[in-house]
């Protein structure tokens, strides 16, 4: 069965850079078609797609973060790292892991329990 | 580009049927039949509830239906009941690997 699992720190003060980890099971990142994301929910706001990676380590942002972003995987771990510099209060949100089988097209179907980061001096 | 447009709410009476737009432009909902939606209650993570515009996952109840025409995609829910009663969010592939979400609907169950 398919599981994925945001950590990370519930806290970050503004300026420093925020590093999200997501461990999933049930699935290799190494198969055709694989793809991992994160999207991000402010308290109270809409979802937003940030990042992803696929299974030839491809690697594909949100064109408005996408200096910020750095997304990447260690396949032996089935692990994904997002790293989000230079934080704002504004980046305040649910940070969620998400799987993608592109080869079906089944966009984020299965997502973790998201992970509450509050971005506070 | 720009997140997609979605009411910010809809309701309906136990058993009827309401419909959940979502407007995009030809770059993203009108350009690809890659429209997905996900229903979220309260304090829990989205759930899967439609993809390629259309088509349900496994486990997924028939009462919930999804189309599109032109930059709009839809997403039908018949038979409304109680439990259905839930933020709503579409998404489109955007092109080069973007992922847009829409900006969410809430549904409410009179």
């Known amino acids: 069965q398919v599981t994925l699992r945001e950590s990370g720190p519930a806290l970050v003060k503004p300026t420093q850079t925020l590093t999200l980890t997501c461990t999933f099971s049930?699935?290799?990142?190494?198969?055709?078609?694989?793809?991992v994301s994160w999207v991000r929910q402010p308290p109270g706001k809409a979802l937003e797609w940030l990042a992803l990676i696929d299974s030839a380590d491809d690697k594909y942002y949100l064109p408005s973060l996408k200096t910020r972003l750095t997304i990447s995987r260690d396949t032996s771990k089935n692990q994904v790292v997002l790293r989000m510099t230079n934080v704002d209060p504004v980046d305040t949100a649910t940070y969620y892991c998400?799987?993608?089988?592109?080869?079906?097209?089944?966009?984020?179907?299965?997502w973790g329990q998201g992970s509450l980061v509050t971005i506070s001096s | 580009q720009s997140a997609l447009t979605q009411p910010a709410s809809v309701s309906g009476s136990p058993g009827q049927s309401i419909t959940v737009s979502c407007t995009g432009t030809s770059s993203d909902v009108g350009g690809y039949n890659l429209v997905s939606w996900y229903q979220q209650h309260p304090g829990k993570a989205p759930k899967f509830i439609i993809y390629e515009v259309s088509k349900r996952p496994s486990g997924v109840s028939d009462r919930f239906s999804g189309s599109k025409s032109g930059n709009t995609a839809s997403l039908t829910i018949s038979g409304l009941q109680a439990e259905d009663e839930a933020d709503y969010y579409c998404c489109s592939y955007a092109g080069n690997s973007i992922r847009l979400f829409g900006g969410g609907t809430k549904v409410t169950v009179l």
């Open positions: 998400v799987r993608t089988y592109w080869d079906t097209r089944q966009e984020f179907d299965f």
């Open positions: 049930g699935f290799s990142l190494s198969t055709s078609g694989m793809c």
